[in-house]
């Protein structure tokens, strides 16, 4: 059984409408024709004369003669097509509808097909929004897109699911949007979707899926397709796949989030929150799966360690600033500014043009040679090998020195590379002294002085063995 509505041509609103039950096929006119009113208050203020309509809350229908409305009694011959507020094409498309619901339209078979009491929905394509009875506002183009919508009695809305499969299992949420061929699908079709061999034996990757989620984004094939968390965005083939309840991430990139796995080696997210991997399969280690505030930029870029921002591999090469000024061409244009501190690993690295080292401290001297009762403080900065210090030796009564040796600076010396002068603040007199490394720590040999009630300052630098 079908009805073609047609229009005559684009500017004119009148049309032909023609019913086939399968062996006959007749031009419909007007008593053929009901409009679907809720009472008889909405009777149409500008009738014509033959025009019919169905009053919903008498089950009547009701004829126009020029003058009045007449009931039918249901004793006339039923209209063959009812105009609703809702339009659907294809078999069984919106065929539960009920109620004075409207604003729907499905196209395609099955389209919309348990719609009860849901408006303002579009569907388009076979199965799309096959489930929904209540959930409203929401867009489904594709085969089986948005599928199960509704499927639990909630009442979904305002989500976007374009592609086949899009959204294929989401029962409720609200605000979620999927582009692609199953985009943030959830499915649990265990015997097609089971993937990956995470705990030694075949895994359903579905076992704790949920069929919820709100204000999330997937663009592309399988994006965030096992998500039930909120505020998620995913764009690229398979970005946040096997992502599962985590939430407020970002992914962008294909396989990004997503490097490989699920398995014991793979590098992909879980259930963790609040990540941003940006680039083909930049993703977190295996054992940062479930873990949250992590950052990768860059293809194949990996995070290991939490709240950690990683820039590329661990391979590459990192230039910030445009790449002309890598090489120092010109000193303007390229600066980087910091708004904080700038952490250094303070691990050694081979390279000579390598600065892999920055580091402040106070250390505590002790020392012999020196007589008479003094205060000394030692500070040392090291940038790379270079460790620089200054030692302040503060007399409580007069002192003198021979010999001395200053103890406590924390880097080994690499010998004899390291010089130090040392100056009496009261008399002027000063004196050189030299840096080495002996019998297991780093000794700062200063010589001797004469006997004096001055402030001793001593300062110099050395070069650290590594």
């Given at each position: ?9 684009s500017?004119?609103?009148?049309f032909?409408?023609t ?29 014509n ?14 004829i ?119 985009a ?31 204000y999330?984004?997937a ?16 764009v ?28 014991v ?9 609040n ?5 083909y ?8 799966r ?26 590459d ?8 000024r ?7 244009g390229a ?5 904080g501190g700038?952490?250094?690993?303070n ?20 020392q012999?040679?020196?007589t ?11 940038i790379?090998?270079?460790?620089f ?7 409580s ?14 880097w ?20 050189i ?14 010589g ?9 300052l001593v ?5 650290a063995?590594a």
């Amino acid at each position: 059984m079908s009805t073609n509505i047609n229009l005559k041509n684009s500017t004119d609103t009148t049309f032909s409408i023609t019913h086939s039950d399968g062996a006959n096929t007749k031009v419909l006119d007007s008593k053929d024709i009901a409009v679907a009113i809720d009472t008889v208050a909405d009777f149409p203020a500008n009738p014509n004369n033959g025009d019919v309509v169905i009053v919903r809350d008498k089950g009547i229908n009701y004829i126009y003669n020029g003058t009045d409305w007449i009931s039918q009694n249901n004793l006339a011959p039923n209209p063959t097509v009812v105009v609703e507020t809702n339009l659907g094409l294809g078999k069984n498309a919106l065929s539960s509808i009920s109620g004075s619901v409207g604003l729907n339209t499905a196209v395609g078979y099955n389209c919309a097909s348990k719609v009860t009491i849901g408006g303002n929905n579009t569907s388009y394509g076979a199965n799309a929004h096959f489930q929904n009875k209540e959930g409203n506002n929401s867009v489904a183009v594709g085969e089986n897109a948005h599928r199960n919508m509704g499927v639990d009695n909630s009442a979904p809305a305002y989500n976007t699911a374009i592609g086949m499969g899009a959204m294929y299992v989401k029962a409720d949420g609200i605000c979620n949007t999927a582009v692609g061929a199953d985009a943030f699908a959830s499915f649990k079709d265990n015997a097609d979707r089971e993937i990956g061999d995470v705990t030694g034996v075949y895994h359903d990757w579905n076992s704790n899926i949920n069929t919820g989620g709100s204000y999330n984004t997937a663009i592309g094939q399988n994006s965030i397709t096992y998500s039930s968390g909120d505020n998620n965005s995913a764009v690229g083939c398979s970005s946040g796949v096997y992502a599962t309840t985590g939430d407020n991430n970002t992914i962008v990139g294909a396989l990004a989030g997503a490097a490989s796995g699920p398995s014991v080696s793979g590098n992909f997210l879980e259930t963790g929150s609040n990540n941003t991997f940006i680039g083909y399969k930049a993703s977190p280690s295996y054992a940062l799966r479930n873990s949250n505030y992590m950052t990768a930029i860059g293809s194949d870029s990996l995070v290991e360690s939490v709240a950690t921002i990683v820039l590329g591999r661990s391979t590459d090469v990192t230039v910030i600033g445009k790449t002309s000024r890598a090489n120092n061409t010109t000193t303007t244009g390229a600066n980087l500014q910091l708004n904080g501190g700038l952490l250094l690993g303070n691990t050694n690295q081979t390279g000579t043009n390598v600065l892999d080292w920055y580091e402040e401290n106070t250390f505590t001297v002790t020392q012999t040679g020196i007589t008479g009762t003094v205060t000394m403080v030692g500070k040392a900065t090291r940038i790379g090998r270079q460790c620089f210090f200054n030692i302040s030796i503060v007399p409580s009564t007069t002192h003198s020195g021979s010999g001395v040796v200053l103890n406590g600076i924390t880097w080994e010396a690499f010998t004899p590379f390291g010089v130090c002068m040392w100056s009496n603040t009261s008399t002027g007199a000063s004196g050189i002294g030299n840096v080495q490394y002996y019998n297991g720590s780093t000794k700062i040999y200063i010589g001797s002085y004469a006997n004096t009630g001055g402030q001793i300052l001593v300062s110099g630098s050395y070069i650290a063995v590594a």
